[in-house]
């Protein structure tokens, strides 16, 4: 049986030192019941986006260079981690995966959502193509899962839903077929069926990768390995001053990670809230720190204040041209043609006359919208703003963060507020 899920994100094996590092956490704990779920090395998935869009846009010159300097950075690591021995077999496979990417993103007459599935996955076929060759030299035998044949989910590219039947039939035949053997796969990515297609889960969704095995291996815990000492109620990176959370239930940890906390993907909670699966968040950084704990605990009466930002967001006003009211059915076509288009909103507000919503930036889907709507409704929009939120919010909290600045919208309920911001000057 398969005890343990331990999801190593890309911060965790950005560089040899880093991967070297996991190793020795590894070797720390009791990893013989243990499947690993590992994201891309560093930013690349990042890189690979980019690559992307120089090659849609024609730039392939600048696309090739950003293939070069994705193939460098991955050959500089496993010159470090194999000591120089470049006849090591996985130089050959990490060429072939290279090659493969070059050629499917030359391949530009698809659909963006359906090439962006068929070029990103790379980053995580790589990265555990590499680690798992490293640990088998290091003498933690492993095997090597492509989580296409076990993450089986429908045909929604860039978001794609698990089909938990399918999954179950083939994830519980890892338990089935376990002899102890270290186990490793890839987060994010997954494949539909008839036709056989790679997708991808959504951005940072190894998360909720880890969190699928988990709940249908019935594990006993998953283990999310960041490169901080858990949760905290801030972005350290963003507030001066920040508190760690030292335990979250698992209603509170879903509505953080909605509202844009950026150390859970939110989707991860509920398939560990079904079967009762604490999931730890721990340093990598020093792993002897004790971790955040998320489990079916009882919310905590005195929670204190969680500060999150998100930006890159767009805020959209939908109205109608005659001054209808916003009713039922003008709402009801709305929301399916969001849902159509595949916009997820962080913030949803409505008026007699209009529907605003605050979503993540996204210039295609932006433009599939209005295009949608525009012969109907009229269409208003502001781009790259900022979505503040304070989860326990008590009065007078936001005005340092807020500034002078001007408040587009405003919402807040009875433990949150939001407020959707211009973005912050740079100098």
């Known amino acids: 049986m398969i005890k343990k899920v331990f ?28 499947i690993l779920v590992i994201s891309a090395m560093g930013k690349t998935t990042n890189a690979i986006e980019k690559a992307l869009e120089k090659f849609r846009n024609a730039d392939g ?54 090439q962006y599935d068929q070029t990103v996955c790379y980053g995580e076929l790589i990265s555990t193509a590499i680690i798992s060759a490293y640990l088998n030299d290091q003498g933690m035998t492993n095997k090597l899962l492509d989580a296409r044949s076990y993450i089986i989910t429908d045909h929604r ?13 083939r994830i519980e035949k ?26 991808t889960l959504g951005r940072e969704g190894s998360d909720f990768s880890a969190a699928i095995f988990a709940n249908l291996l019935d594990a006993e815990s998953l283990t999310i390995w960041k490169d901080v000492d858990g949760i905290r109620n801030a972005d350290p990176k963003r507030f001066p001053i920040t508190q760690k959370i030292p ?41 002897s720190l004790e971790p955040t704990t998320i489990d079916g605990s009882k919310d905590y009466i005195n929670y204190v204040a969680s500060y999150i ?12 041209n005659d001054f209808s009211f916003m009713n039922e059915n003008n709402l009801a076509f709305l929301f399916r043609t969001l849902d159509e288009f595949d916009i997820h909103s962080n913030l949803i507000q409505t008026s007699a006359l209009a529907l605003t919503i605050c979503y993540d930036k ?31 919010y008590k009065e007078g909290l936001e005005k340092d963060f807020v500034g002078n600045r001007k408040i587009l919208l405003e919402q807040r309920n009875r433990l949150s507020l939001q407020l959707v911001l211009e973005a912050e000057k740079t100098l």
Request: with cysteine; net charge negative.
């Open 7 to 34: 999801k190593f994100g890309g911060a965790s094996v950005k560089d040899a030192e880093a991967v070297r590092n996991m190793t020795k956490i590894l070797r720390e704990e009791d990893i013989k019941d243990t």
């Open 61 to 114: 010159h600048l696309g090739v260079d950003a293939i070069s300097e994705i193939t460098s950075y991955h050959e500089t690591i496993m010159t470090d981690l194999f000591e120089g021995n470049n006849e090591h077999p996985v130089f050959d496979t990490v060429t072939n995966l290279m090659l493969e990417l070059y050629l499917k993103l030359q391949d530009t007459g698809y659909d963006y959502d359906y």
């Open 157 to 169: 590219f860039r978001a794609a839903n698990p089909d938990w039947d399918e999954c179950r039939i």
């Open 174 to 199: 890892l338990n089935e077929e376990h002899d102890g053997t270290l186990y490793i796969t890839q987060g994010f990515i997954g494949a539909s069926e008839k036709p056989y297609t790679t997708v």
């Open 247 to 287: 335990h979250l239930s698992y209603s509170e940890a879903i509505e953080l990670s909605f509202y844009g906390a950026s150390v859970i993907h939110p989707k991860t909670i509920k398939p560990l809230q079904n079967k009762n699966i604490p999931l730890y968040v721990r340093c990598f950084l020093n792993s």
């Open 309 to 320: 930002v998100k930006d890159r967001q767009t805020l959209v006003s939908i109205s109608s």
């Open 362 to 392: 996204d210039d295609r889907k932006l433009s599939k919208l209005t295009a949608a709507l525009s012969s109907i409704f009229k269409v208003r929009y502001n781009n790259d703003l900022q979505l503040f939120t304070i989860r326990h």
